[in-house]
């Protein structure tokens, strides 16, 4: 399945469309795993997978083991920011593992390559 993979590099962000071919090298990485960018086409790049979120909208966490969703009680973090101290909530979660219900990877860039994200991105328009 094809998804949206969002780099961020310092103060910017750029959104690439995965291919169906390209994300099946992905699926299995974790939340905090790095990959080498060479597989969507930016040479010299590493990425670190920072999180996501599924087919329904629901976020990537990373102390939920697995590609599985599951209803979660918890007291603040990703998926949900209390208005109170002490509050908690019983909220629908995605696991760290990137599967085939993944529709959009969230990553950051850890080592850049020669040339700049842009011109990859628009050598590809």
């Known amino acids: 399945m094809a998804f949206k993979l969002v780099i961020s590099e ?5 959104q690439i ?5 390209q994300s099946k090298k992905l699926i299995g990485l974790k939340i905090g795993d790095d990959f080498d960018a060479s597989l ?13 979120s ?13 590609p599985r969703r599951i209803r979660s009680l918890i007291s603040g ?6 208005k109170r101290k002490g509050i908690r909530r ?12 993944i529709v959009q990877v969230n990553t950051i860039v850890t080592e850049k390559g020669k040339k ?5 991105l628009n050598s590809n328009e």
């Open 90 to 101: 019983r909220k629908t979660l995605r696991g760290n593992t990137i599967s085939d219900n």
């Open 40 to 52: 969507i086409g930016l040479e010299g790049y590493k990425l670190k997978i920072t999180g996501g």
């Open 10 to 14: 310092n103060d910017k962000s750029y």
């Open 116 to 120: 700049s994200i842009e011109k990859f």
């Open 54 to 66: 599924d087919k329904n909208g629901f976020a990537m966490r990373k102390d939920i083991e697995g």
């Open 17 to 21: 469309n995965v291919e169906s071919e």
């Open 77 to 82: 973090g990703v998926g949900f920011k209390p």
